[in-house]
């Protein structure tokens, strides 16, 4: 396999720098501490992924903010080969997974920035890496575990 130079994904560009919202807020700071929170359901006992203020499983409101795991198991993914807008004209070609967390309940659609595209394979174990997107946030990515 040919070595993969590996592009700079850590310049964001300010366009590129998360907007939080007040449901989403504790994602994107907890991403900067290096932290994957999720949304946890007291009534069904499920996760969800993106924040929202009801439970997307039973429509409850009973909903508490936790630390995930951050391991996962790739459930589907694709290979980006074309993008004509920068950053990510530099970055082609790159993984982008559907990941379902090992807190039942939870996926998520990230980039998998380290993995050679040739090496995705659905049904592999993943683990969230994090990337500074300025002073406050972060962006959560994958990596192969193990
Ligand atoms: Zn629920």
């Known amino acids: 396999m040919p070595d993969r130079a590996m592009p700079d994904w850590s310049d964001v560009p300010k366009w590129l720098l998360p907007r939080p ?35 997307s499983h039973c429509g409850k409101q009973t909903l508490a903010w936790v630390t995930a795991s951050g391991e996962g198991t790739v459930y589907s993914f694709t290979v980006i080969r074309q993008n004509g807008v920068p950053p990510f004209d530099e970055r082609v070609p790159f993984v982008v997974a559907t990941v379902d967390l090992d807190e039942d309940g939870a996926r ?39």
Do not use: K, N
């Open 21 to 55: 919202t007040l449901e989403d807020r504790e994602f994107w700071e907890g991403a900067g501490r290096g932290e994957l929170r999720i949304q946890h359901c007291s009534s069904c006992g499920r996760y969800q992924h993106y924040a929202r203020l009801l439970c």
């Open 108 to 146: 998520l659609i990230a980039a998998m920035p380290a993995l050679d595209p040739g090496e995705a394979r659905i049904g592999m174990r993943v683990r969230a890496a994090f990337r500074r997107a300025g002073d406050e946030f972060g962006f959560v990515d994958f990596v192969a575990a193990g």
